[in-house]
């Protein structure tokens, strides 16, 4: 494990959604999500993506001006955690991970502030990697096929976020690439060959 948790509340705040219907909803399983996601980005709306899981296991997605700015996963995913994502990409050592993990422990901060007092980057380079981890996670999310979505409309997130919001047409249109690239060659032509 190359992230632990500490005692005190981690991540972005996650407004109670409970009593509110949703504007939009659907299954993990189908292609309502994409549907929803570009929707939402036509028509430049702010809200909150739940997807869960039957395992338990939630995301909420931060939406902005019709785009992802933030996400939250309960469980934590240590793999979506943004000093292991800079880890694994070979952008900080083991020892500069655990110091700023240490230093987070220590003064609250969250980890990207953690990089920038450490002098391991500049608030522009943290805008571009958080803009990269929101992109990873959205990825990861579209991938998922079992559990239920809903989107929520919001006036206002319930934090400020620093990256802007990425173009949903553009992912998508690389998530379905990636997924047609996997789908054997005669299953791909039946679903053209109507077009």
Avoid: N
Avoid at 73 to 90: D, I, K, N
Wanted: glycine letters at 10%; aromatic letters at 8%.
């Amino acid at each position: 494990m190359l992230f632990r948790s500490t005692a005190r509340p981690r991540g972005l705040a996650v407004p109670d959604m409970s009593g509110v219907d949703p504007a939009l909803s659907g299954s993990l399983g189908d292609r309502s999500i994409r549907d929803a996601m570009m929707a939402v980005a036509v028509e430049k709306r702010t809200g909150l993506f739940t997807l869960t899981r039957p395992d338990g296991r939630t995301r909420w997605g931060f939406w902005q001006r019709g785009g992802p700015v933030g996400w939250r996963t309960e469980p934590m995913e240590e793999e979506e955690v943004l000093g292991v994502l800079l880890y694994r990409a070979g952008t900080l050592t083991r020892e500069q991970l655990q110091e700023s993990l240490a230093l987070m422990e220590r003064t609250g901060v969250r980890h990207g502030e953690a990089l920038i007092e450490m002098g391991i980057c500049t608030f522009p380079q943290l805008v571009l990697m958080l803009q990269k981890q929101v992109e990873y996670v959205l990825q990861r999310a579209l991938r998922e096929r079992e559990g239920t979505w809903s989107f929520h409309l919001l006036e206002d997130l319930p934090e400020r976020f620093l990256a802007p919001p990425l173009r949903v047409a553009g992912l998508l249109y690389k998530a379905l690439l990636a997924h047609a690239r996997q789908m054997p060659a005669t299953e791909l032509g039946t679903l053209l060959k109507p077009w």
